[in-house]
């Protein structure tokens, strides 16, 4: 087969953040047809090296091209010059129609009036190759599931005459199921002869749909290769620099008594659920998308308030809805949503570690900075934040370093409850293993822990014992000796 041409070319492109290289030099090219994945640690430069190709930032010095011309300065002409990008956040505008979505800012004008036949057929085409043919174009959006929204967001890229699209961790927005339609979209693109350029921490994606796989370390390319030259280890090997020896650091432990207790709880999203948990406890909670996993935590954290039903900590029972309660307690819940719930991008690390916990370093109302520096490097380490500094603003760390910074924080106050709601989402498989090696230390010293993924593999890899919910309901437990993936799947999903 003889190579296609290079649609996407980047040569000898830097850039250069206060106190770090995000790219170093980086040379290379995209092919139409081809799925090309970019693999790496977090903070290793995939998502800066997407910014550069859209427009969103311009690089230091090299030179990018595509179709052999200069790729334009703003992201506006960098998508009329073709190049489309679907982060990892939806954004569609959710009350416009399917029709308004796809067309957002081009609809087709004829002597100044809206040429509908002409738009309805455009939009019609384009949704047909994302998979949503016969979907009725004035549907709101905000009605569709999150996968039919994603590929809405294809659909619009295409009507925009996309030949090169940019996929940076589109499926960490997904429900595990619904994984596998994206990748058929993907591929079905690909047959049509567009450049793929396709980022994602779940590397059996990457083996399902990638031609080349690159791996960037540091900023720099650091190996490339065609698929079927890859082994999984050899993977890992080259993003960490190192062997991952476990991936899931699960161990046993002696549990102690009973110290959650749920009984009959009703709340915004959980129907009559009840559940215990022992001290040393790893407890997973596994469902399909909406069977209530995070509505239970948050009930459970005192973040939404239940209508019936009891919660108690080592028999005392804990005021229902009150977060403040819940939290003196010792009861914490580490939200999905990083962005929403959980930090603030323009203070540094420090402060954003600290957050709520002050009474670990201050004083008589005065907070020590020594204490506080210290604590907030101690966090650092343990959680592998990758920084210049504590004093690096939040907002300039790469998702995955995001993350980890809201997991310190979570951890470090001496929980004796914690709710973990997806914490790996968005991160690299060697700071997966190592934010479970921090749970599985959590759960040795004697906390509760509440675990659930948007993997499920990953809940039973890592709990002592799970719960099943659906539709807002516990509906089975098993003990790890019987976990049987097909099974606990399949009572999640019986209606
Ligand atoms: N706006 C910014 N200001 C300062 N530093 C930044 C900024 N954007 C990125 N960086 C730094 O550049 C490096 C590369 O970040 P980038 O977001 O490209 O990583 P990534 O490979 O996408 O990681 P992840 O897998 O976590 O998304 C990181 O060290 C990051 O902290
Ligand atoms: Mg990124």
């Known amino acids: 087969m003889t ?21 170093d030099d980086v040379t290379l090219a995209f092919r139409a047809g081809t799925v090309t994945a970019l693999a790496g640690e977090n903070g290793a430069g995939k998502s800066t090296l997407i910014k550069i190709l859209s427009g969103a930032v311009e690089a230091d010095s090299g030179v990018v091209t595509i179709g052999g011309a200069p790729l334009p300065r703003t992201p506006g002409e960098v998508i009329e010059s073709g190049i489309s990008t679907i982060y990892q956040e939806l954004t569609d505008i ?71 699209l940019i996929f940076d961790e589109p499926t960490s927005s997904l429900p595990e199921g619904e994984v596998e339609a994206l990748l058929q979209t993907i591929k079905q693109l690909r047959r049509e002869g567009l450049a793929i350029i396709y980022i994602s921490h779940h590397l059996e994606e990457l083996f399902a749909i990638a031609d080349d796989i690159v791996v960037m370390r540091d900023g720099a390319v650091v190996d490339q290769r065609p698929v079927n030259a890859w082994t999984q280890p050899e993977l890992v090997r080259a993003m960490l620099a190192r062997d991952l020896k476990n991936a899931y650091p699960w161990v046993e432990r002696s549990l102690g008594p009973v110290l959650l207790g749920v009984k009959d709880l009703v709340a915004p999203g959980v129907r009559s659920s009840s559940l215990s948990a022992r001290a040393s406890e790893i407890v997973g909670l596994v469902g399909l998308d909406g069977a209530g996993r995070t509505e239970l935590m948050k009930a459970i954290a005192g973040a939404t308030r239940p209508s019936e039903g009891s919660i108690s900590l080592a028999g005392a029972p804990v005021r229902l809805g009150s977060l403040a309660h819940a939290r003196q307690l010792g009861i914490v819940y580490a939200p999905e949503d990083r ?32 204490r506080l520096g210290a604590f907030a490097r101690d966090a650092v380490r343990d959680y592998g934040v990758k920084a210049s500094s504590i004093r690096q603003v939040v907002g300039g760390l790469s998702g995955g370093n995001q993350q980890k910074v809201i997991l310190a924080r979570v951890a470090e106050g001496g929980p004796r409850v914690i709710m973990f709601d997806d914490p790996t989402r968005g991160v690299d498989v060697g700071a997966k293993s190592s934010i479970y090696e921090q749970v599985i230390r959590l759960a040795q010293r004697g906390a509760t822990v509440l675990l659930t993924s948007s993997d499920t593999d990953e809940v039973l890899a890592m709990s002592d014992r ?21 099974r606990i799947l399949t009572s999640a999903s019986l209606g």
């Open 3 to 23: 190579k296609q041409s290079a649609l996407v070319e980047l040569t000898n492109v830097s850039k250069r953040y206060p106190g770090v290289v995000a790219l």
């Open 94 to 164: 959710s009350e416009m129609s399917v029709l308004d979505n796809v067309l957002l800012a081009r609809h087709s004008l004829r002597w100044g009036v809206l040429n509908r036949k002409a738009n309805r057929r455009q939009a019609t085409a384009a949704l047909d190759r994302v998979g949503l043919a016969g979907l009725d174009l004035g549907r709101t959006v905000s009605s569709l599931s999150p996968a039919q929204r994603q590929q809405l967001e294809i659909a619009r890229c295409l009507a925009r005459n996309a030949r090169v």
């Open 339 to 370: 962005k929403a719930e959980g930090l603030i991008l323009d203070a540094p690390i420090r402060d954003n570690v600290v957050l709520g916990l002050y009474s670990l370093v201050a004083r008589l109302g005065i907070v020590r900075s020594r």
């Open 466 to 486: 799970v719960y099943v919910l659906r539709a807002g309901r516990i509906v089975d437990e098993v003990q790890r000796a019987d976990f049987n993936r097909e």
